[in-house]
């Protein structure tokens, strides 16, 4: 319903994430007079899933799943949903999401500061290259932890990723598989 060029597209795509991510499913039905309905389903809590207590105290401010250890997050992505739905996966489990919205801020941002993750849009470019190759170039320890996201699924980009020795996600997210990678990133950090 939006004109062309207005809006990113990736409404369905991060609800389906999110649904899946929750063990549900999402289903879409097409009236004959028009328009669309999507259903979604989740499965209950099971029965014997305790409840949260409520909170008082030092307690009531504190995210209801705070991670043992808070992760600092960059995420370079010039797309504001990909930056918001990003925000809202981590931010809830109580890290911190910076987005730098050009490569050039987020090599500024990189330069002032540590970041246990970094996310990175595989087309983003810093002095005429690919961002994330200037960014492993100025910053090598950071390469450990650089998650590229791409929707660019030429064999030649795979490949040019497996030559860096990056780790890659496929673009639109899955909100459980970019989860799961930013473990396995942290999961050194660990033990």
């Known amino acids: 319903t939006k004109e062309p060029g207005h809006g990113t597209g990736l409404g369905l795509s991060i609800t389906y994430s999110i ?6 499913h999402i289903t879409v039905e097409r009236p004959v007079g028009g328009g669309a309905v999507f ?7 099971p029965a014997d899933a305790p409840l949260q207590p409520a909170t008082t105290g030092d307690d009531a401010g504190a995210p209801p799943n705070a991670p043992a250890a808070r992760r600092a997050i960059l995420l370079v992505d010039d797309d504001p949903a990909v930056g918001r739905m990003v925000k809202a996966l ?10 730098a919205r050009s490569a050039r801020q987020a090599l500024d941002l990189a330069g002032a500061r540590s970041y246990d ?12 290259r690919l961002f994330v ?7 090598p320890d950071i390469k450990g932890r650089l998650l590229v996201a791409t929707g ?6 795979e490949e040019a990723l497996q030559r860096l020795g990056l780790r890659y996600l496929r673009k ?12 396995r990133v942290w999961a050194p950090a660990l033990s």
């Open 172 to 183: 639109p997210f899955n909100l459980r598989l970019l989860r799961d990678e930013a473990a």
């Open 19 to 24: 649904v899946e991510a929750h063990g549900g």
């Open 39 to 45: 259903r979604v389903d989740l499965p209950p809590a």
């Open 90 to 99: 981590f931010g809830r489990e109580g890290h911190v999401v910076d987005v």
């Open 133 to 139: 190759e200037e960014l492993v170039d100025r910053h």
């Open 117 to 128: 993750l970094v996310i990175a849009d595989g087309r983003a470019t810093a002095n005429k």
């Open 152 to 157: 660019d699924v030429r064999p030649t980009t």
